[in-house]
């Protein structure tokens, strides 16, 4: 599932759609993960993109008719601009063509993403976006926020890195590498990290993310940037997917928590 390292680069390889004006919407499927709203063609057809950003894994463009339209990738989608030749490729579910020939394209596999609609100005209201938490690169992420809302949690801390309703952002591949980065067990329990270690965590937790956008994301499935380009900070990883690989005396070792791989070192990231 593209993490937010993968959405901060998508949106970057959105620019080239700034301020151009839609000319015409196609939908070739009625549902992705959910229903694509009725008259989202009309809200869209003759409104020009006048931003381009993110809420945590939410792609957000705004127009100038004071509507905003919502992406959410799911597990395999991704967006892809380029100049209309009129080649609908497989999994191609909804186009947004513009008056100056390129076109925005929203491609899905497996139809995990959805796409909606909002008024602007009440996007917050959205439940799926009312209910986030601190986004994970927000300089409002601070120890004693988090310390206060996990010191009594007996759910591990890989766990609580993925629930949204905390920190928004991180997904279950850069949980792994942060946790290792930190030298923090996955196993430990919210309520027996120190504000220290807390800490400690939100540094690598933007460290890790940072390093990610710089190398365009990770390409480990179906991610590409919207112009087609691979992500690169798969060669990066230390842990993730690196079963059996030896560091530092040490050796990385899978283990499955709450139904998602988890990748550590339990001698390096031992906590006792």
Do not use: W
């Not at 270690?197 to 190398?215: D, E, P, Q, W």
Request: glycine letters at 6%; proline letters at 3%; charged letters at 25%.
């Amino acid at each position: 599932m593209p993490e937010l390292p993968e959405v901060h680069t998508t949106i970057i390889g959105l620019s080239v759609i700034l301020k151009q004006k839609i000319s015409k919407v196609e939908i070739h499927t009625k549902k992705l993960r959910f229903k694509i709203p009725i008259g989202i063609k009309n809200i869209l057809v003759s409104s020009k993109i006048s931003n381009i950003r993110r809420i945590a894994k939410y792609i957000i463009i705004d127009l100038d008719n004071e509507y905003s339209l919502i992406i959410h990738l799911g597990m395999s989608g991704r967006l892809k601009t380029n100049f209309s030749i009129n080649n609908i490729q497989k999994h191609d579910h909804f186009i947004l063509k513009f008056m100056n020939k390129s076109e925005l394209v929203f491609n899905d596999p497996r139809k995990f993403g959805f796409i909606d609609i909002a008024k602007t100005k009440y996007l917050n209201k959205k439940k799926y976006i009312k209910n986030l938490g601190i986004d994970a690169l927000s300089s409002n992420l601070k120890p004693h926020i988090i310390y206060n809302k996990i010191s009594k949690s007996e759910v591990p801390i890989k766990q609580i890195l993925l629930n949204q309703k905390l920190i928004a952002g991180i997904g279950n591949i850069y949980a792994s590498e942060i946790l290792y980065d930190a030298k923090i067990s996955p196993l430990i329990a919210g309520k027996d990290l120190k504000i220290s270690l807390i800490s400690k965590l939100i540094r690598s937790i933007r460290k890790i993310l940072k390093k990610a956008i710089k190398f365009g994301g990770s390409s480990i499935r179906d991610y590409r940037s919207a112009d087609g380009t691979l992500g690169n900070f798969q060669s990066n990883f230390k842990v993730y997917n690196k079963e059996g690989k030896n560091i530092k005396n040490d050796k990385v070792i899978k283990i499955v928590q709450y139904g998602r791989s988890t990748f550590y070192c339990p001698k390096l990231q031992n906590n006792k």
